[in-house]
């Protein structure tokens, strides 16, 4: 059974603080997507990744970045969180090969920043 | 600017009734759309794909067609159970790399 994992399904952190949220896939898929999810707006792109070491700004990547260094694993960086920053964050990956077009999520993790 | 749009209102439908789930998009040509199912708390998961060529898909009791020139596509649920309560999201091929962008969802609610 295809997995994605994060690393926290609940976090609360203060303002000003560095966060760490890491997803981990283990069907050796190319991209990885970091999302946020709040009410009303769906979900928006942060950064994905098409390779190790490689990642593109999605919609909304200020005050985010991330970090690919091996293929399983993609890290999404809050380097200085703030209260606008609470959402649900959900990681996302997909296979490059032909015909396998759907993006597998993680179950996701909110994060309060008080 | 591209815009995916969904009925922001819960449906609200009785058990065994089909419920039908709108998404129009503007500004856009998707090579493909993709519905997922999203249940509280939990991410997203990928129900079906339907292409630019393809007017409609069916799986089991759901059924996606994808019209093009009206740049709308209908997710049908037939013989609605209770279980098939969750939101639904409809997603656009945006771009390489199987980017996607997504609709904000409908949440729908089936009553026994």
């Given at each position: 059974d295809v997995k994605v994992t994060q690393s926290s399904r609940y976090l609360v952190k203060r303002t000003g603080e560095k966060v760490f949220l890491e997803c981990v896939q283990d069907?050796?898929?190319?991209n990885m997507f970091w999302y946020r999810q709040d009410p009303g707006l769906g979900l928006r792109l942060i950064y994905f990744s098409y390779d190790v070491k490689m990642k593109e700004k999605g919609d909304i990547p200020e005050g985010y970045s991330v970090s690919r260094e091996k293929k399983e694993r993609f890290s999404l960086i809050l380097e200085s969180a703030s209260t606008n920053q609470t959402s649900m964050y959900l990681c996302a990956s997909s296979s490059?090969?032909?015909?396998?077009?759907e993006q597998f999520f993680g179950p996701g993790t909110r994060l309060t920043v008080l | 600017s591209q815009k995916i749009e969904q009925n922001s209102e819960a449906l609200n439908i009785q058990e065994g009734k089909t419920a039908t789930l709108t998404c129009n998009y503007t500004n856009y040509s998707p090579a493909y759309l993709q519905w997922y199912r999203q249940d509280p708390g939990r991410g997203p998961v990928f129900l079906l794909l339907i292409r630019e060529n393809e007017k409609e898909k069916r799986k089991e009791r759901l059924k996606v067609t994808f019209d093009t020139t009206l740049k709308q596509s209908l997710f049908h649920i037939t013989a609605?159970?209770?279980?098939?309560s969750a939101t639904y999201l409809c997603a656009l091929l945006s771009g390489g790399y199987n980017k996607l962008i997504f609709g904000a969802g409908t949440r729908l609610a089936v009553h026994p």
């Open positions: 069907m050796d898929h190319e490059t090969a032909r015909g396998y077009n | 609605s159970q209770p279980a098939d």
